[in-house]
């Protein structure tokens, strides 16, 4: 479906220079001279890379419709991570390369958006914020805290965050997954 710049809203998205991107601003502008033109904030599907950029009033754009499934993450061989529906039961493979970044926050028995452009899977997001146990950390010393200080841990996943100095191999932790940032000791 054709779309012009005066059908464009937050969140759609459009296909340009053979990219999908997803519309974060835009404005409409009308100079004392010259043709009206849109300015725009348009973050790409595939990598989040946000760029800026201009088109006339009225340049027309193919629209793409974006779909999220929850699936839920049931097990991983090494090569290939598998997902299962969670309203039909239906089993997804789905190469490690597509997976990327989002593995290290995957684990078994959660759930996780995928996002599809039509029959294309674009990108996996785990959870905001998931629990997972401190597989592996130095131990902290009595009067370290003082200054806030950091240390790696390991997780179950397989992922290293910072961690303050009390916590210890062992415990569960609320980690956010946009940024790998420690929450709390759950």
């Known amino acids: 479906m054709a779309i ?48 800026d950029n201009t088109f006339n009033s009225g340049t027309k754009f193919e629209q793409v419709r974006l779909e999220n499934k929850t699936m839920q993450y049931l097990y991983n061989d090494g090569g290939t991570f ?11 493979e789905i190469e490690t390369a597509v997976v ?10 959660d759930d996780a958006i995928l996002l599809y452009a039509g029959d294309e899977l674009i990108s996996i997001e785990p959870q905001m914020f998931v629990e997972l146990e401190v597989s592996e950390t130095d ?12 240390k790696p841990a390991t997780l179950e996943t397989g992922a290293t965050i910072q961690v303050p100095m009390f916590i210890n191999t062992g415990d569960k932790l609320q980690v956010d997954t946009r940024d790998g940032r420690f929450i709390k000791r759950v």
């Not at 990327?100 to 028995?109: D, V």
């Not at 131990?139 to 806030?148: N, R």
């Open 4 to 51: 012009s710049t005066a059908d464009f809203k937050n969140g759609i998205c459009i296909e340009y220079n053979d990219k999908l991107w997803t519309i974060v601003e835009f404005q409409h502008v009308k100079p004392g001279k010259g043709g009206a033109f849109v300015r725009t904030k348009l973050r790409d599907v595939r990598t989040g890379r946000i760029v």
């Open 82 to 92: 598998y997902f299962m529906d969670n309203d039909s039961y239906e089993q997804v």
């Open 100 to 109: 990327g970044g989002a593995a290290q926050w995957l684990k078994e028995n």
């Open 139 to 150: 131990p902290g010393f009595k009067g370290d805290t003082v200054q806030g200080g950091t």
